[in-house]
């Protein structure tokens, strides 16, 4: 089959939609589909540019390579008209929806600036629809689409991991692992506090490049102020194939950013037979962890975290365990590729 | 919010009276500043104490890069180039509000074609079509050839306000007979608001003036601009055919006359023996024609034809509680009978005028309604929430709106047109069903694909419908392609400055020896020195129209007869 | 190709690049809305980096508004241009059609004058950009090989090399026939794989028929490696497309590997390439001619070589390598 993935473009800036777009490509190509990546610029800024793309897409034509399926993955591409369209979506224009009324909304609050956002509302709920088939990547999404356009999604199919060979069992060693990049939204100073509280010998490893130099020196003196010098390990850039293994030899595996709708980290805890730590508000995260199955779900706070550490650190037994459960989560919610393309492709 | 507003603001202007009055309302709402365009410092300024810019001073792109700091520009716009010209050639480079307080903008565009800067016939003759079609490019071809309508009632048909709003996102008028006529063309939001509070509100008394001290006499006044349509000549037939009137009125005519035209009616006053009853006081200032309207029994304010105006003179009369006799036709005919006189012929004025002479009682009915009505419906209050409840209306339509002209200028820049219309269909068949939000569209008869959920949001005011869009597109389109520079605001910063800009001067031999023959003035030298009737045949060769013949009206044609060439 | 390469080339020079591909038609009655689509891009910033340049390569791309805007230009829409009329072209006689040619000219105009400035990859295009959209293009930045590298001069072999697909426009069938005409003892080799079985069959059934099957090397798909080995060694290089608008990958092979090329004179852009007598020969598109001007070489290896090391030469004269098209496209 002739299969074009469609994906919105930033130039230069690369994140987690173009390294599913790329893992899609590359299992339909794995699977003997001709398959192409077309990727359409956008811009979100001023607020008119929205407008400007979001018609581009609707008159730009698909048809030249003759595919027989398009699927789309992000906001305005999915606007783009075709008979045999499907929608694997990441996220809408978040800015309209959820984000909408916080500091985060982009879109600027006067009337004009409601008009676009108005605009977009109704776009999204004609364009959403005119797809043969509406999946999302997560609950979260799905639920969104409910609130906020009254769709109900054909169903969930959760992104696997790419490259999840790496990932393997080990032994279960004497720290925590919170594998992301430095950011106040990822919340590693509530780990790093945490250690504070801790009184059984395990540590917390820290790995990933900070998004600025600033918020780096501050987790560094964060440990510095509380002398964790020897409980927390910072490691700054790693590769994926070292991530994993210090995966494998992880006690546990921490995940606690503020309500993002997806983490590759949770997958690789999974596949590493590791259980995950998530914080209450983390976002879809809850949709992969069950309290006390295969992780936690714990309050936002430095003394709960560490509290779920020793918990977890107690009981050896059950926590080897857990990290069984956690492996079998992968199966149990579908998270492979096999599962996603039967359902895209049919 | 921040309001950018463009009002002629001297003293001279009745506009910029009534912009000040506005603003200091308004400003206490909201954030405004005043762009002038004939005013070079505060001195003379109707409100010296606003945030005041003065257009003269400053180069047009630092305007325009001001401009575009505003939440909204507002562009007050009158049949008078001096003072509306800077306006009107900003209104077109920035989209905005137009509050558009003359109906009949012809005499204005007739001037900036024909006689401001040569002689630009084309454009004349396009604005002409864009605004009335192929009837409009006829008539300016008659027009360019010497054909005097200046003062008669094809003024009004051919009144060019579509010319004076094009490509707005929003049209203020101030009778329900000018948005009527702007409704039938428009494809931007218009509001018809009623006039705010004047400042002559609840005063009254006589005031004692000595002119008025004579003889018991009901004095009569007419006011303002004294212009051919004001049919004081009318009044002066009345007064002369009524024995009645000729013995009890005294006429007051207050304002500037052409000279030609006092010298008319002069002649017309010798011929019925009214050089007592009635005084040409030529123009006077406010503070001795307040007196002379505080004095005044009865107010005349006659309009024949009428220019789509909205009077302020008849609100400033209301205001006073002055029983006013008016024509009964367009902005006149909005009020309550009981509130003003209302007269159709010379037998109906002479006999109102009689009628009204007589009876104090009826005078000072007519003027407590009249006083009572402004009081109730000129509120500058009312006047300022509806203002800035149109304003949230503009600019909610304004992307709506821009994302058609940005397409547009797209579609002229490739020089489509009507012949590939079945390829448009697709663009703008997208457009529209992009920018075409409805309202909770979950009737019965709409696609189910189209059905959308309650919006989360309740739209903060009414979308536009589709046609207006479609309707926008095509004239549009239609619009700039003459005229290339004027689509400088919708292109992306990018192409608007590589654009090629067409020239759009007038080519030819013909074209040439016209603007020489008007750089040299020869018409007026020639009018001297050969006479007027000559004139008239060379007019076709020459420069037209003098300016002097828009404005103050010619006489060389009877009053109320349109003369075709 | 093209795009890959200069890619591939600004990222080693230390630039931050992107390629943008949009998905595009070539349908004429979708052009209008395609181009409508191009025109709402904004490519100025992203995510709040400043995009400084715009570098477009073909239509309808340099349609995309961008203030530092470069065009490389390659190729119009040619059923528009010179090859509407002809047989080629796939626009009927309808008003709108011939609307459309219009609007295609006259927008492709303003939007090419946009740039700061236009190259071309040929004095043809140069030519044709003068001749319909009277715009006069700021130079030739003839279109390197992706990687030269493997090329290199080897020894002067017995063989003609003609590298190109098997395929009609490349005209193989003009070099079998000549081999007709030729009484030395040189071959023809030809380096490439048939666009389509069958006609590699023709070709093959042609050398045949005329009898010089013996003196037709038919190599098919190689590797760069091989390739470059090949061309090392040939004796000299043919290149007899018909009509082409560029010179043939090839023909740079051939002058990376300091061989004399032979073209025919309605071959197209490698014209440009060839002076006749200097660096290869330009010769009648007949086979009796092509066997000629072969013979011809052959008779004379000391000047064959010498054209061939002025081949190289010509790449040096015509700017024919990256640096030079990077620091014209950066400039």
């Known amino acids: ?346 | ?565 | 190709m093209i795009v890959d390469s200069l890619e591939e080339q600004l990222r080693k020079r230390g630039f931050e690049v992107e390629t943008v591909r949009i998905p595009l038609s070539s349908r004429w009655f979708e052009l209008l809305e395609q181009t409508v689509a191009l025109r709402c891009l904004d490519l100025t910033e992203s995510s709040g980096q400043r995009i400084d340049r715009l570098i477009t390569i073909r239509y309808p791309a340099y349609a995309i508004p961008h203030p530092n805007k470069i065009n490389w230009f390659i190729h119009h829409h040619r059923t528009a241009y010179d090859l509407y009329g002809t047989e080629y072209h796939d626009m009927p006689n309808s008003p709108e059609a011939l609307k459309i040619r219009q609007m295609i000219i006259h927008s492709d105009t303003l939007y090419l004058k946009e740039a700061k400035k236009t190259y071309t990859i040929s004095e043809v295009l140069v030519e044709r950009l003068r001749k319909f959209n009277h715009i006069e293009a700021d130079g030739v930045v003839y279109q390197p090989l992706p990687d030269a590298s493997p090329f290199h001069e080897g020894a002067s072999g017995n063989y003609f090399l003609y590298t190109a697909r098997l395929t009609p426009v490349k005209r193989q069938t003009i070099a079998i026939e000549a081999m007709r005409y030729t009484r030395s003892d040189f071959k023809l080799m030809l380096v490439g794989p048939p666009d389509a079985e069958w006609y590699g069959n023709d070709l093959r059934a042609l050398a045949e028929k005329h009898g010089v099957a013996h003196k037709v090397q038919f190599v098919g798909w190689v590797d760069e490696h091989t390739k470059a080995e090949l061309t090392a060694n040939a004796f000299a290089a043919l290149y007899v497309s018909y009509q082409e608008d560029g010179y043939g990958y090839s023909s740079l092979e051939a002058f990376h590997s300091s061989k004399a090329v032979l073209t025919l004179s309605d071959s197209g852009g490698t014209n440009e390439l060839i002076e006749h007598g200097f660096n290869g020969l330009i010769l009648e598109p007949t086979a009796r001619a092509l066997a000629d001007g072969m013979e011809a070489l052959w008779a004379d290896k000391k000047r064959t070589i010498e054209m061939g090391k002025n081949g190289l030469q010509t790449l040096k004269t015509r700017h024919i390598n990256w640096d030079y098209v990077i620091e014209r496209l950066t400039e």
């Not at chain 2, 004579?214 to 002066?236: A, P, S, Y």
């Not at chain 2, 030298?525 to 010619?554: A, H, K, Q």
Request: glycine share 4%; net charge negative; with cysteine.
């Open chain 2, 1 to 565: 919010m921040k309001i950018a507003w463009l009002t002629p603001f001297s003293r001279k202007s009745a506009i910029g009276q009534y912009s000040a009055i506005i603003l200091r309302e308004l400003t206490r709402h909201v954030e405004v500043t005043v762009f002038a365009p004939d005013l070079e410092d505060t001195q003379d300024a109707w409100w010296p104490d606003c945030d005041l810019r003065f257009i003269p001073s400053l180069k047009r792109e630092t305007i325009l890069a001001e401009l575009a700091t505003f939440d909204i520009c507002v562009y007050n716009l009158g049949n008078y180039l001096p003072f509306h010209r800077d306006i009107y050639e900003l209104s077109a480079q920035k989209p905005g509000i137009v509050i558009l307080h003359d109906l009949v903008m012809h005499h204005m565009f007739a001037h900036y074609y024909l006689n401001y800067d040569g002689l630009h016939v084309t454009r004349y003759t396009h604005a002409m079509t864009y605004s009335h079609g192929q009837p409009g490019a006829a008539l300016a071809a008659e027009i360019v050839a010497g054909a005097q309508f200046w003062d008669t009632s094809l003024m009004l048909e051919y009144n060019m306000a579509k010319w004076a709003t094009h490509g707005s996102y929003g049209v203020i008028v101030h009778s329900a007979f000018a948005k009527h006529t702007i409704e039938q063309f428009s494809n931007a939001p218009i509001a018809h608001l009623r006039f705010p509070t004047t400042p002559l509100l609840g005063e009254s008394g006589n005031s004692t003036t000595p002119m008025l001290d004579d003889e018991k006499r009901i004095h009569l006044i007419t006011f303002g601009n004294i212009i051919v349509n004001k049919q004081v000549i009318k009044v002066i037939e009345a007064i002369g055919d009524s024995s009645y009137l000729r013995s009890h009125v005294k006429y007051h005519v207050v304002g500037s006359i052409s000279p030609d035209y006092e010298t008319h009616l002069n002649i017309a006053l010798k011929e019925y023996h009214l050089t007592h009853e009635v005084e040409l006081l030529g123009y006077q200032p406010d503070e001795v024609l307040h007196g002379l309207l505080a004095a005044a029994d009865i107010v005349i304010n006659l309009r024949d034809p009428h220019f789509g105006e909205s009077s302020w003179s008849l609100l400033e009369a209301m205001s006073l509680g002055k029983p006013t006799i008016v024509w009964k036709h367009g902005f006149y005919d909005e009020f309550p009978d009981e509130t003003v006189a209302k007269v159709y012929s010379q037998q109906e004025l002479q006999a109102t005028l009689e009628r009204l002479c007589q009876s104090a009682e009826n005078r000072q009915q007519i003027g407590q309604a009249a006083v009572a009505y402004a009081r109730q419906m000129f509120n500058t209050e009312r006047y300022c929430r509806a203002f800035l409840d149109f304003v949230q209306k503009v600019r909610y339509n304004q992307p709506v709106l821009a994302l058609t002209d940005t397409v547009s200028a797209i579609l002229l820049e490739m020089d489509a047109d009507s012949s590939v219309s079945m390829l448009l269909d697709p663009v703008l068949q997208e457009l529209s069903a992009l920018l075409d939000t409805p309202v909770n569209d979950l009737s019965a008869d709409s696609q189910p694909h189209q059905q959308s959920a309650v919006p989360r949001y309740t739209p903060i005011a009414t979308p536009l419908p589709t046609l207006s869009l479609q309707n926008r597109l095509a004239e549009t389109r239609y619009y700039y392609r003459r005229f290339p520079k004027d689509i400088a605001p919708y292109l992306s910063p990018i192409s608007r400055q590589t654009r090629i800009v067409k020239s759009t001067k007038a080519g030819g031999l013909y074209n040439i020896m016209r603007q020489l023959l008007w750089q040299l003035r020869l018409d007026q030298t020639m009018e001297r020195v050969l006479g007027v009737r000559l004139i008239l045949t060379l007019r076709f060769f020459l420069s037209y129209p003098n300016v002097s013949d828009l404005y103050v009206f010619s006489t060389r044609t009877a009053p109320g007869q349109a003369r075709r060439s």
């Open chain 1, 1 to 346: 089959m002739k299969v074009i993935v469609l994906n919105a473009q930033l130039p230069f800036v690369r994140g987690g939609a173009e390294v599913l777009a790329d893992s899609l490509m590359e299992q339909l190509i794995e699977q003997g589909h001709q398959a192409e990546l077309v990727r359409i610029p956008f811009k979100w800024y001023p607020a008119e540019t929205i407008l400007k793309h979001l018609l581009a897409c609707r008159l730009l034509k698909l048809n030249a390579a003759e595919p027989d399926l398009v699927i789309a993955l992000k906001f305005p591409v999915y606007a783009m008209p075709f008979p045999n369209k499907k929608i694997w979506l990441l996220h809408q224009f978040r800015q309209v929806y959820d984000l909408w009324g916080t500091p985060y909304q982009d879109v600027p609050d006067t009337p004009e600036g409601q008009r676009i956002r108005d605009i977009i509302v109704h776009a999204d709920n004609i364009h959403l629809r005119e797809a043969r088939a509406l999946y999302t990547i997560s609950k979260n999404v799905a639920d969104r689409l409910k609130k906020y356009n009254d769709i109900t999604v054909d169903g969930v199919l959760y992104p696997p991991l790419p490259h999840s060979e790496i990932f393997q069992t080990g032994e279960q060693g004497n720290y925590f692992f919170y594998p992301s990049r430095l950011t106040r939204s990822k919340r590693q100073s509530i780990a790093i506090e945490a250690m504070r509280f801790v009184k059984s010998n395990f540590k917390l490893v820290l790995a990933g490049k900070p998004d600025n130099d600033a918020y780096g020196a501050e987790l560094q003196a964060l440990i510095a102020r509380y002398g964790l010098q020897n409980r927390v390990k910072m490691l700054g850039w790693i590769s994926d194939q070292e991530k994993a293994d210090w995966m494998t030899k992880a006690y546990g595996v921490l995940f606690l950013p503020f309500d993002e709708d997806y983490g590759y980290v949770t997958l690789e805890a999974f596949h590493a037979h590791k259980p995950l730590i998530v914080f209450k508000d983390s976002g879809a995260t809850d949709e992969m962890v069950t309290h006390g199955v295969n992780g936690l779900i714990l309050d936002p706070t430095p003394e709960a975290l560490a509290e779920g550490m020793e918990t977890l650190w107690a009981n050896k037994k059950r926590t080897l365990s857990m990290g069984e459960a956690a492996y079998a989560t992968l199966d149990e919610r579908n998270i492979r590729w096999s599962y996603v393309l039967e359902h895209l492709l049919s």
